[in-house]
């Protein structure tokens, strides 16, 4: 069996929702599971209705409004065959509506959960309905009931026994006689709460399917021809790649490519089962596929990170930094969720680069300062090559100031501070 994955790109309008009909349609040769997104934006919006509705602000109503009526275009456009084919979304309108009209609980990570899971819901209720009047048999499924997770609201982690036995349970024989389409990013708690993945889980969702059920083959269909070796939002040229090893697609994800959720690959990687990247705008071409290849990457690649922060801490004590220093270092990074993109010390000192996020931030760094001194650099930039050569260092140094370079044997990651 296959699964695809439809990202919000891709079913950001009518026209797009019509599109994956038709690529359904002609490239499923298989058995198929249908994984699909919030549609466009949605997700971003949902986060501003929960934000308007916990702090309570005027705006709810109007940010709800902007949603709801996104969808109902999208529908009318769609057309409809007949008077019940979009029952399941209005549903979930009320639905939506019924809880916007209590006070908010008091997690707001469980109530971010509750409304954000809503995007893929209308997606997925949008997608169906339009693929049953486009005669396709496709059948929805609510992952909800498929993904179990532990209660880590807004990055919930999967239990992969009983998700795998709910998974094979429920879908082995519905796959026989239809499409199963089902959404991304979404789960639920053993108490039946819904989660989320993290924000662009989808990917991950289309890989615990293909995991679960022995997948032949996942399907990513994107906005670019495939995966390439930069993004051409900064780059002139770009190259796309062929054929790329899961190893390096790991690591291109975890520096932060962000054509594959990080987490996508390990469970496809396990059981040996190909990842295709390819473009849901010409779905004629090959795209890229991740898998178990002898070569690495034809050509360097580039992960470009803007808007880092250099932090160096030193201990007021003089200490060195050493296993308790570290251990208490790395212990409130985690504590407050950020993430370490680049870190390096001597003896008496701690070098970091995080993202700028000032809300993270301006709970971690008041911590640290209790026992270090601060010291700190903005406005930077981050630039990881994967197989790099001087040439393409030099490349990438013109016109920036270098503070920082960490090589290994592939990657060098480079902190430049942009000279205009
Ligand atoms: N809709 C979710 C997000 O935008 C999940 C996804 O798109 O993969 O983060
Ligand atoms: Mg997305």
Not at 71 to 85: N, V, Y
Request: proline share 4%.
């Amino acid at each position: 069996m296959q699964v695809f994955k439809f990202g919000g790109a891709s079913v950001k309008d009518a026209a797009g929702v019509r599109n994956i009909a038709r690529i359904i349609k002609e490239e499923r040769s298989d058995h198929l599971l249908v994984v699909v997104s919030a549609m466009g934006k949605t997700t971003n919006a949902l986060e501003d209705l929960v934000w308007s509705y916990y702090q309570k602000t005027p705006d709810v109503k109007a940010v709800w409004d902007r949603i709801r009526a996104y969808h109902e275009q999208i529908m009318q456009e769609l057309g409809s065959t007949g008077k019940g084919a979009y029952e399941a979304v209005y549903e979930s309108f009320k639905a939506i509506e019924d809880y916007l009209a209590q006070e908010p609980g008091y997690n707001p990570d469980k109530v971010y959960d509750h409304l954000v899971s809503y995007g893929e819901l209308l997606s997925t209720q949008i997608v169906n309905a339009y693929l049953n009047m486009a005669g396709l048999d496709s059948y929805l499924v609510d992952a909800r009931r498929l993904i179990r997770t532990d209660d880590g609201y807004r990055e919930a982690k999967v239990d992969w026994d009983q998700t795998c036995e709910y998974i094979t349970d429920t879908l082995a024989e519905l796959l026989q006689t239809n499409v199963i389409v089902t959404q991304g990013f979404i789960g639920s708690t053993r108490e039946g709460y819904t989660t989320t993945l993290g924000r662009e889980g989808s990917d991950y969702t289309a890989a615990i399917f293909a995991y679960c059920l022995d997948a032949d083959g996942v399907t990513i269909w994107k906005d670019v021809p495939g995966v390439l070796n930069a993004d051409p939002k900064w780059f002139d040229e770009t190259v796309k790649i062929e054929k790329l090893t899961y190893q390096d697609a790991i690591e291109l994800a975890y520096y932060g490519a962000t054509v594959i959720h990080p987490k996508t690959i390990k469970p496809l990687q396990n059981k040996g089962i190909p990842l295709y990247v390819r473009s849901f705008l010409k779905p004629g071409e090959p795209g890229t596929t991740i898998g178990q290849f002898e070569r690495h990457l034809p050509v360097p690649s580039f992960i470009f990170k803007i808007n880092q922060i250099l932090i160096s801490l030193h201990p007021k004590d003089f200490s060195f930094i050493a296993e308790d220093n570290l251990s208490r270092i790395f212990g409130l990074f985690a504590t407050y969720g950020v993430k370490t993109n680049l870190m390096q010390n001597t003896a008496i000192s701690f070098t970091v680069v995080v993202d700028n996020q000032p809300e993270r931030l301006g709970r971690l760094l008041p911590r640290l300062q209790e026992d270090f001194k601060l010291s700190y650099n903005e406005d930077l930039e981050l630039i990881t090559i994967r197989y790099y050569d001087q040439v393409t260092i030099d490349r990438v140094l013109v016109n920036k100031k270098l503070l920082l370079e960490q090589k290994s044997r592939y990657t060098v990651q480079l902190v430049v501070k942009d000279l205009g």
